[in-house]
């Protein structure tokens, strides 16, 4: 069971690290690493701004100490609270020490919130077409 759930974060790496390299394209910035390339919080804040279609502010864009890392997570985490979506047991820490599953759920609700809950066809949303 081990193996297979290691797969499937594998996969789920793999797929999610395409779909951000896709929203962050036209800054110029990649991801290689989803864990390691977050944990920085620089890139974060690109996406959100793409996503938010706003600017969020002065940052940290070459964060040296920890603390710079934290600010700059934590000002992507505002960011999504502050757009309404709910998150539990997400915090600036998990994302700059590199909690794999952790962020993988952080990038799921992102696409959930940012890209899924805009389509929407006949009536029904992506996520209730997606539940049928």
Not at 29 to 50: F, P, Q, S, Y
Not at 92 to 118: C, H, M, P, Q, Y
Request: proline fraction near 2%; avoid cysteine; hydrophobic fraction near 45%.
């Amino acid at each position: 069971m081990a193996l297979l759930e290691q797969q499937w974060v594998t996969v789920q790496q793999k797929t999610f690290t395409k779909w951000l390299n896709a929203k962050v394209k036209p800054r110029d910035v990649a991801v290689n690493d989803l864990v390691t390339d977050l944990a920085d919080g620089v890139i974060l804040i690109h996406l959100l701004e793409i996503l938010g279609n706003e600017s969020l502010g002065r940052y940290a864009s070459k964060p040296k100490l920890r603390v710079q890392r934290f600010e700059n997570v934590n000002k992507a985490l505002d960011f999504i609270t502050g757009r309404g979506v709910h998150m539990t047991n997400i915090g600036a820490e998990d994302v700059v020490d590199g909690n794999r599953k952790i962020i993988l759920g952080l990038i799921w609700t992102l696409i959930l919130r940012f890209t899924i809950s805009d389509i929407n066809e006949e009536g029904m949303t992506a996520k209730e077409g997606l539940l049928l």
